[in-house]
T-cell receptor, first 113, second 109 residues
């Protein structure tokens, strides 16, 4: 049972490059999320998708775009990477809203030089 | 002021000790409360939900004080395997969960 799978696990980019982080869940969950985690800051919500076909901004959406491709997949795109986007990124899913348990992927460590 | 605040620690305790963490939150309309555990370089995993009446799961007890807007986690009889970072998480009526920055626990032999 895979749960939440995100790729890649590690990535190094140069400033201005673009990339897409992929996330897929096999639990038939309605909601999916992208978080970033920086030292001393905790996890901060970038974007979320409450259900297939909808996406909404979280706390720190600037510089990112998302696509809820179908119920299983939720991708995060950096169009023009900046050093400030160096972070660990986690994808998560849940059955429903904020009262539901979050299941996380194993994370992507991104460095922007 | 951060929406969810935690003492970063680290709390360094011997095996068998009892240790307590507190967390305060700023949004009085918050409706859901959780403790997550995160091991070094790993993803967070749910430790337990926190209910208004307080709840216990083995050696772990969580309490919620809505009037003072804080949540606590008590760990009894600490094990080496309890060493981790404990994240306080608060949710409002939407889909947004706000994470605290975590409290680091080190349990020594």
């Amino acid at each position: 049972n895979a749960g939440v799978t995100q790729t890649p696990k590690f990535q190094v980019l140069k400033t201005g490059q673009s990339m897409t982080l992929q996330c897929a869940q096999d639990m038939n969950h309605n909601s999916m999320y992208w978080y970033r985690q920086d030292p001393g800051m905790g996890l901060r919500l970038i974007y979320y998708s409450a259900s297939e076909g909808t996406t909404d901004k979280g706390e720190v959406p600037n510089g990112y775009n998302v696509s809820r491709l179908n119920k299983r997949e939720f991708s995060l795109r950096l169009e023009s990477a900046a050093p400030s986007q160096t972070s660990v990124y986690f994808c998560a899913s849940s059955e429903g809203g904020a009262g539901e348990k979050l299941f996380f992927g194993s994370g992507t460590q991104l460095s922007v030089l | 002021r951060k929406e969810v605040e935690q003492d970063p620690g680290p709390f360094n305790v011997p095996e068998g000790a009892t240790v307590a963490f507190n967390c305060t939150y700023s949004n009085s309309a918050s409706q859901s409360f959780f403790w997550y555990r995160q091991d070094c370089r790993k993803e967070p995993k749910l430790l337990m939900s926190v209910y208004s009446s307080g709840n216990e799961d083995g050696r772990f007890t969580a309490q919620l004080n809505r009037a003072s807007q804080y949540i606590s986690l008590l760990i009894r009889d600490s094990k080496l395997s309890d060493s981790a970072t404990y994240l306080c998480v608060v949710g409002d009526s939407s889909y947004k969960l706000i994470f605290g920055s975590g409290t680091r626990l080190l349990v020594r032999p």
